[in-house]
Nanobody
Framework: QVQLVESGGGLVQAGGSLRLSCAASGSISSINAMYWYRQTPGNQRELVAEITRGGSTNYADSVKGRSTISRDNAKNTVYLQMNSLKPEDTAVYYC?????????WGHGLQVTVSS
């Protein structure tokens, strides 16, 4: 099994930056791709960014150009660098991974961007 633990959330002013981290443990070799999602109250969870095993990346239009997903294989960690943050980026951010037996989710962390 794979376990995911997120860190790096918090409160930041508009225009600021945050780097979210997602540390994976367990059956690392079973991970196909990793993702960052976010969710606001009353809304569905939405994809923010993804990175495949091969290193391909994809971003939601809402964060494209402001965010970068990357990974450190030696640390089994995926990062989401978010710049030029806006109040509408305020959400609970979740790390996720797809494996050979299904999807795995982290517990989520709060990102709050003040105006």
């Amino acid at each position: 099994q794979v376990q995911l633990v997120e860190s790096g959330g918090g409160l930041v002013q508009a225009g600021g930056s945050l780097r979210l981290s997602c540390a994976a443990s367990g059956s690392i070799s079973s991970i196909n791709a990793m993702y960052w999602y976010r969710q606001t109250p009353g809304n569905q969870r939405e994809l923010v960014a993804e990175i495949t095993r091969g290193g391909s990346t994809n971003y939601a239009d809402s964060v494209k150009g402001r965010s970068t997903i990357s990974r450190d294989n030696a640390k089994n960690t995926v990062y989401l660098q978010m710049n030029s943050l806006k109040p509408e980026d305020t959400a609970v951010y979740y790390c996720a991974a797809t494996t050979g037996v299904g999807a795995v989710w982290g517990h989520g962390l709060q990102v709050t961007v003040s105006s």
